[in-house]
């Protein structure tokens, strides 16, 4: 299904499945610290079908126990280990053709992320995209609980009519941002959860980024 943008003057990316493609890369890093505890490892399409926002709920599906460990030392344990491993993902393939085409073309194009500030800048700079954005806005620390606060304040940011703004992402929780935000979404279904789940969210899904006109 192609989706056209001609209606929208601003666009608002998610980063994490939808520009990076770096679900594959959470399986793995997941995967070693499952091994470590004796837990079932995961495929990347039973993650699909099993992550969610917030992460701390996704965690007690994969089977752990937070009256065992603190959720504040797995999270920080699974950040410190996918920062080592960072740069081994890469942007999905036609990232760049479609962010060099849109801004050609006008689009004000921003991120809205639920990865640490700082470390959502340095990976958009190693990968060449930094300056493509008008804004970039991660949150303040590693625990991905919700990136609806940060959306509220690049809103306010980006100062357009929400009709004027579109929001692609790639999760239940980037259509739930959006509607609170009150903006348009497209959900891609190839990153962090699963065509079936998306499906059913009531918002236009397409299969890559090659679907945008």
């Known amino acids: 299904m192609a989706i056209e943008l001609k209606k929208y003057t601003h666009i608002i990316w998610d980063w994490n499945g939808t ?7 959470c399986v793995d890093v ?9 837990m079932a ?3 990347v399409d039973e993650y699909r079908d099993m992550f969610d926002f917030p992460v701390k709920e996704y965690y007690v599906k994969l089977g752990y126990d937070f009256e065992k460990e603190s959720f504040d030392d797995v999270g920080l344990e699974f950040i410190q280990r996918y920062t ?8 999905h393939n036609e990232v760049h053709e479609v962010l060099t085409r849109l801004a050609s073309m006008g689009y004000s194009q921003n991120i809205l992320s639920a990865r640490e500030q700082s470390e959502l800048i ?11 954005f008008d804004r970039i806005r991660g949150l303040d620390d590693h625990y991905a609980h919700g990136k609806t606060g940060a959306g509220i304040q690049l809103m306010k940011e980006i100062k357009a009519e929400p009709k004027d703004i579109l929001f692609i992402g790639d ?9 609170e935000l ?15 789940r998306l499906l059913k969210l009531g918002v236009p899904v397409i299969n890559s980024l090659s679907d945008l006109n």
């Open 19 to 25: 520009l990076l493609d770096d679900a594959w890369l």
């Open 30 to 38: 997941m995967n070693g610290m499952l091994k470590e505890r004796s």
């Open 41 to 43: 490892l995961k495929t």
């Open 84 to 91: 080592l491993r960072r740069n081994e993902s890469s942007l």
């Open 122 to 132: 340095a990976e958009t700079k190693t990968r060449g995209i930094y300056t493509i």
């Open 171 to 179: 999760t239940r929780h980037d259509a739930e941002v959006a509607a």
């Open 182 to 196: 009150g903006i348009d979404c497209i959900l891609i279904a190839n990153g962090h959860q699963s065509a079936d």
